[in-house]
């Protein structure tokens, strides 16, 4: 009698945990709250300064930076960098 309950058991499709979702952020005030120098995607260049450079003092937060691409006003591939 325990095999039925054992196999409806093994039946049931596992529940998996949906992924986390990035946050949205409101503006850059709210962004480096969190994230003092911004975020980037994976493989931006910075063109802060005109100088153009690989991004490596900001946190490369591909999800992130694409959950808040409103943010990049200049487009480089970093959003809310400190000028």
Known sequence: MLAAPALALLAAPAQ??????????KNCAAMNAAHPHGVARYGSIDKV???????????????VYLANTHLDRDKDGVACEKR
């Open 16 to 25: 998996a945990e949906a992924p986390k979702k990035p946050p949205v952020y």
């Open 49 to 63: 300064r005109g100088k153009t450079k690989p991004v490596t003092k900001f946190k490369v937060m591909t999800a």
